[in-house]
């Protein structure tokens, strides 16, 4: 690339080093230039020039060796999306490069700001098929934000620049960064200069006052309006403003999954979670409002389910950063293309103090029929095996609801997601978009990491703990304070609830016949129980919770519970299951 | 209703961004009809000329998810009215059959073609035009035999007269360094 044109901060700190040094040591002092002091990763042939650097910086960067690079790329995501800062994971060439796929993909849909950087084989030998030589370049463009292979030392800091502004701006996403070993080697001047600005690259479009006017007025008009937040808010840290906007207006708000704890769950306007396991009311109400107002979320197919009966009745507000998403999935009758923040901000100004009681009280008998038809035996049963629910409300008491949860995917993430009661911000860490299992365990041990002060929690199921269990010998080596509970019910229980609703209950390949898990977590040096009787769960519960470091639990519940409500897969919203 | 639209896709130079954009129209199962690649006006800024077939529902969205690729500048997208537009078609043919027959001359002033070549086995034809336009002399040539034809992708400029500069400086303030 030789024309194209970057303004840099004018006032920025520009460093430059006298002596030359090598490309490898230049990607430590970007690191250090963007405030970056813990990464992850593994390491490898191609990608050995920048650890044997890295050595010598141990008092300035944290290495977190993972057990494999598919957990380096969780654990920075999982750092990313609890601290807002970019998190960076390593790899090196061919296998080091494509065990991080998944994790970027993950990153590209739940809008994860990340950089990945991976080893390459040296320039003279690319497209020779080489040892551990692959095009990660070209596997990973349709799911980067942006990628480049950097093939001479004197790219480095411009690129890693670019990348870090890329990565945490706008709609921020992952960034993959290809460094030849050549280029590790290679010697250079290092100047470093911020990126703040792009030609070709807008991240966050001005805000058009017209459309703030215009979706005002429809939401002055509104009898019954109802808004929907997704992690949009979080991502501009607009939890403040949407505070404000709700407590002027007085509309009830439901969050998307990746939305949860952008408004805490017991402010009187909040009305429950959405989508295919969410509440009731949230759920029936979507077809019934007269003005929905999306703000940071993206109309997901989790959310909508069928989409040409969906919301039909009422005017679209939608608020996005991205133009893509305005009028992908839903029609928006007022679209306002800003960051949440500044579209917040301004619909403040414009939107009348309204009360909507008599509206807000429908969802209040709605939370009457759910909680007695399916929240009060699921949370509190006498009988049978221990329910996945009980353990969850639980333990947001005893964490009094300011615990960062970290999920996996399927039916532990759905109950922990209703059961939870999230009250601080940037507390609900889950794989939402890509539905990735294996997620949790290292993406838990990242949040850790990206927030040392508060307490991290992971809660996975039997089955994606087995994907990525290994990462316990890195919580065990780094001694990463996560509190891990496993809910096993030896089933890959989301797949089988469908196989009984939906399959005639031929539970094909659903059974799992498990390890001794504790034994295992025993094996690592880890803290750990087991508990299966109702009358010990709260004791073992307070005992892992308060052991100080990494603690582990099982907790054996009923097998074949059911996560409900559900919106079958193509069913309309307001078709939603209780039982 | 599907349609038929020509984008105009103006990019930064850099490697693997056509893999991308391509990628776009993969993801939604939109052929590519033609495309053409070439530097503009502005040095180092450079057009992919894309002719597809989609609803104006998709184009608009695939306009939008091109426009978010880190090095688009800006796309551009035609119907056919909305364009001036031209395709390029070469015609390899045999010397002598051509030469036998006495519509040569006839064939060259109809379709406004030109020759390009002629060596003693075969002569090489040249025609700018829409597709109809060249389809219709390479049916008129078919007799003699055609050995190879190729037809380019389309290029087009469009019918305003806002040009790129004009967008640019007015949109895209841009300083210093080179990556």
């Known amino acids: ?579 | 209703m599907i349609h038929l639209f020509t984008l105009g896709i103006f990019t930064e130079d850099k490697i693997g961004l056509l893999n991308r954009t391509t990628g776009i129209f993969t993801r939604r199962n939109i052929s590519i009809e033609s495309l053409t690649v070439s530097e503009t006006e502005i040095g180092g800024v450079f057009r992919f000329n894309i002719k597809i077939k989609t609803t104006f529902e998709q184009v608009e969205k695939v306009k939008n998810q091109i426009e978010k690729l880190i090095e688009v500048i800006r796309v551009q997208v035609y119907e056919e009215h909305e364009t001036i537009y031209q395709e390029i078609a070469l015609y390899k043919v045999p010397t002598e059959e051509l030469l036998k027959s006495d519509s040569i001359e006839k064939l060259i002033r109809k379709h406004a073609a030109r020759i390009l070549y002629v060596g003693p086995e075969f002569l090489v034809i040249e025609k700018t035009g829409h597709k109809e336009e060249t389809q219709e002399l390479f049916l008129d040539l078919e007799e003699f035999g055609i050995i190879e034809f190729v037809r380019s992708g389309r290029i087009f400029v469009n019918k305003s007269t806002e040009n790129l500069i004009s967008y640019l400086s007015k949109n895209l303030e841009s300083s210093t360094t080179l990556l």
């Open chain 1, 1 to 579: 690339m030789t024309t194209e044109k970057i303004a840099f901060e004018s006032q920025a700190a520009e460093r430059s080093y006298q002596q030359k040094i090598t490309g490898s040591e230049a990607i430590i002092h970007c690191l250090l230039e963007e405030g970056t002091h813990t990464i992850f990763g593994y390491p490898g042939g191609a990608i050995m020039p920048f650890y044997d650097k890295l050595y010598l910086f141990q008092d300035k960067v944290r290495h977190i060796l993972s057990r494999h690079e598919q957990g380096a790329v969780h654990a920075a995501q999982g750092y990313a999306r609890v601290s807002g800062e970019v998190g960076v994971c390593v790899a090196t060439s061919g296998p080091g490069a494509t065990n991080l796929i998944t994790g970027i993909a993950d990153a590209m849909i739940d809008s994860t700001p990340i950089v990945c950087i991976t080893g390459q084989v040296v320039s003279p030998l690319l497209g020779t098929d080489a040892f551990q030589e692959t095009d990660v370049v070209g596997i990973s463009a349709p799911i980067t934000k942006w990628n480049y292979q950097i093939t001479k030392a004197s790219e480095i800091p411009e690129v890693l620049a670019k990348a870090f502004y890329i990565a945490r701006s706008g709609r921020p996403g992952p960034v993959l960064i290809d460094i030849t070993k050549d280029a590790q080697f290679g010697e250079l001047t290092f100047e470093y200069r911020k990126c703040i600005s792009l030609r070709s690259y807008k991240p966050i479009p001005d805000l058009n006052r017209d459309q703030v006017k215009h979706a005002a007025a429809i939401i002055n008009a509104a009898k019954k309006p109802f808004l929907l937040v997704g992690q949009g808010v979080l991502l501009s840290n607009a939890q403040n403003e949407l505070k404000a906007f709700l407590e002027k207006t007085g509309i009830p708000v439901a969050s998307t999954l990746l939305g949860l704890s952008a408004i805490s769950t017991d402010h009187p306007n909040y009305v429950g979670y959405l989508g295919m396991h969410g509440n009731y009311g949230p759920n029936i109400k979507t077809n019934e409002c007269d003005v929905l107002i999306a703000v940071g979320m993206r109309f997901d197919d989790r959310i909508t389910g069928d989409v040409k009966r969906y919301a039909k009745q009422a005017k679209v507000v939608h608020i996005d950063i991205d133009k893509s998403e305005i009028n992908k999935i839903v029609y928006a009758h007022a679209p306002i293309l800003a960051d949440a923040k500044d579209a917040l901000n301004a619909l403040i100004e414009y939107c009348e103090p309204t009360n909507h009681a008599e509206w807000m009280d429908e969802f209040k008998v709605c939370d009457q029929i759910e909680f007695d038809k399916v929240i009060a035996k699921e949370m509190f049963p006498t009988e049978g095996k221990i329910t996945m629910a009980e353990v969850i409300h639980n333990i947001s008491e005893m964490t009094n609801g300011e615990a960062v949860v970290v999920t996996d995917v399927g039916q532990h993430q759905m109950v922990t997601t209703r059961y939870y009661t999230f009250k601080k911000p940037f507390s609900n860490i889950t794989s939402g978009g890509l539905g990735t299992m294996g997620f949790c365990l290292p993406a838990a041990m990242g949040a850790a990491l990206g927030a040392p002060h508060r307490p991290v929690i992971g809660v996975i199921g039997d089955g994606g703990f087995q994907m990525t269990i290994q990462e316990l010998g890195t919580i065990f080596q780094f001694q990463i304070p996560v509190k891990i509970v496993v809910l096993n019910n030896e089933f890959l229980g989301m797949v089988r609830q469908w196989q009984q609703l939906f399959f005639e209950k031929r539970y094909s390949a659903t059974e799992m016949t498990n390890p001794d898990f504790v034994a295992i977590a025993k094996g690592y040096h880890l803290y750990a129980q087991k508990v299966d009787k109702r009358e010990n769960l709260k004791a073992t519960l307070t005992d892992w919770l308060n052991h100080p470091g990494p603690s582990f639990l099982e907790v054996n519940v009923e097998q074949e519970e059911n996560v409900f409500p559900m919106v079958p897969s193509g069913a309309s919203v307001s078709e939603i299951r209780l039982e």
